[in-house]
Nanobody
Framework: QVQLVESGGGLVQPGGSLRLSCAAS????????MGWYRQAPGKQRELVAS???????NYADSAKGRFTISRDNAKNTVYLQMGSLKPEDTAVYYC???????????????WGQGTQVTVSS
């Protein structure tokens, strides 16, 4: 079994920073792409940023210049450093990862349970 566990969400004032973490655990052989998505109330889930196994990154326009995605392959962990936060960044943030489990031939997509980020004064 595979689990993704996020941490680091919370309440922050506009202009502040937060660092989200997501650790994958279980019978993992390899992890390809990892990413962060978010879903605000009444809106669809959207990509925030993604990172390949060799470190290539992709950002939503709303995240460029403010957020940085990184990963520690030895720890099966992906991070999202968020800065210059705005009220419109308020959402539940989810991580996902393409993981190949022991005994499987292909990578499957797994999701974390989500962590709330609230930007408010």
């Amino acid at each position: 079994q595979v689990q993704l566990v996020e941490s680091g969400g919370g309440l922050v004032q506009p202009g502040g920073s937060l660092r989200l973490s997501c650790a994958a655990s279980g019978s993992i052989l390899s992890i390809n792409d990892m990413g962060w998505y978010r879903q605000a109330p009444g809106k669809q889930r959207e990509l925030v940023a993604s990172i390949t196994s060799d470190g290539s990154t992709n950002y939503a326009d709303s995240a460029k210049g403010r957020f940085t995605i990184s990963r520690d392959n030895a720890k099966n962990t992906v991070y999202l450093q968020m800065g210059s936060l705005k009220p419109e960044d308020t959402a539940v943030y989810y991580c996902n990862a393409a993981i190949r489990r022991d005994g499987y031939r292909v990578h499957l997509i797994y999701w974390g349970q989500g962590t709330q980020v609230t930007v408010s004064s």
